[in-house]
C-alpha cells in the first residue's frame, strides 16, 4: 500500500493534516485557489430542494476557509433504471438556484449510474493567504459564536421514518439552503482566524478537531447552543443518526460533561447536513458579532469561550 499522503509542495497552505474544510494553493502573495468537492445521498424527499440542500452544503467549504466561490462542477450519482430523467434535471435545476444565490456558474460536471443516488459539487474559490479561516486558528481567550441552530441530523432522521411535521422540515430546509457567505464575511470582518463548518462530525467533533489543532481547551455554554425545534423531542424518542451516535463516542476521551444528559450531548453531537459556521473572535466582539449578523438577516449566538490547552471540552 502506498502512503495517502503526498504534500510535498511549498504552494500547499493547507492540505490533509489539519483536517480543514478545503485545500488552498498559494498562487501569488495576495492569491490562492480553495478546492473542495462534496456529495450526499437525499435527506429530504423533494428532488430540487435536495438539490437546494447539496449545493448549499458543497459550497460551504469554500466560506468555511475563509474563500470566495469563483465556480462549481456537478458530481451525480443516478440510478436512471429506476428514477425519470425530470426528478435528475429537477435536482439540478435545485443546484443552479444555489450556485446563482452565491454569484457562481455551474460549469460542468460528472454523473455515473448508481443505485442509491448521489449529488453534490466540486467547488473552486479564492482566498487571500493572509486571511484564512482555518481549524488551526481559534485562540485562548477567544469566544465562539455558532451561525445556524443543531438539529439536523435528528430532523432528518425524523423525515426518512416519516415521523415529522411540515413546519419542522421546512425550518431544517431553510436553515439547510441558507448559504455561510454572510456568516464568513462577518467572521473575517471581526478578525477571526479559526473557524469551521459544522457538518458530519457535529458540534463536538468539529470543536473537538480544532481545539487539538489550536492547542485551546473548549467550554460550552450548553444552554446558548440553539437548537431547531423539535429536536430535542425527535432525539428522546430515539431519531439519532447513526454518524451522530459515532461522533460522540469519538469525542468522549476528550469531553468533560458534568451531568449533562446523553440526549444533550448526543444533540451537541448530531451531524449536521450544511450546518453553519463556528468561529473565535476576540473577547467582548462576541455579541457585537452576533448584532452584525442579524442586522444582515443571519443568525448568530455565542456557546463558549477558549483557554489556552490540549484540545479537551467541557459542557458547561
Ligand atoms: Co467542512
Ligand atoms: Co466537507
Known sequence: MGSLHNLEHSELLIGLESGDDA???????????????????PVVDDARTWGQIAAANSLSDIYAMGGKPLFALNLVAWNSDELPRELLVEVLSGG??????????VVGGHTISDPEPKYGMSVTGIVNPNEILTNTGLLPSQELVLTKPLGIGVITTAIKRDAVGTETI??????????????????????ATGATDVTGFGLLGH?????????VDIMIDVDNVPLLEDSRELAEDGFVPGGTSR??????????AGSH???????????????GLVFGVDPGEAEAVCESLAK?????????????????ITLK
Do not use: P, Y
Open 247 to 256: 461522533n460522540l463516542s469519538w469525542v468522549a476521551d476528550h469531553l468533560v
Open 261 to 275: 444528559s446523553e440526549v444533550t450531548k448526543l444533540l451537541l453531537a448530531d451531524a449536521q447536513t450544511s450546518g
Open 296 to 312: 444582515l438577516g443571519r443568525f448568530g449566538a455565542v456557546i463558549g469561550h477558549c483557554t489556552s490547552g490540549t484540545g479537551m
Open 207 to 215: 470543536l473537538g478537531r480544532m481545539a487539538k489543532e489550536s492547542s
Open 23 to 41: 485545500a488552498v494553493w498559494k498562487l501569488s502573495d495576495e492569491q490562492a485557489i480553495v478546492s473542495t468537492a462534496d456529495f450526499i445521498t
Open 96 to 105: 443552479i438556484d444555489i450556485a446563482t444565490a452565491a454569484g457562481i456558474s
Open 170 to 191: 421546512a425550518q431544517a430546509v431553510a436553515s439547510m439552503i441558507q448559504l455561510n457567505d454572510v456568516a464568513a464575511q462577518v467572521a473575517l470582518d471581526s478578525g
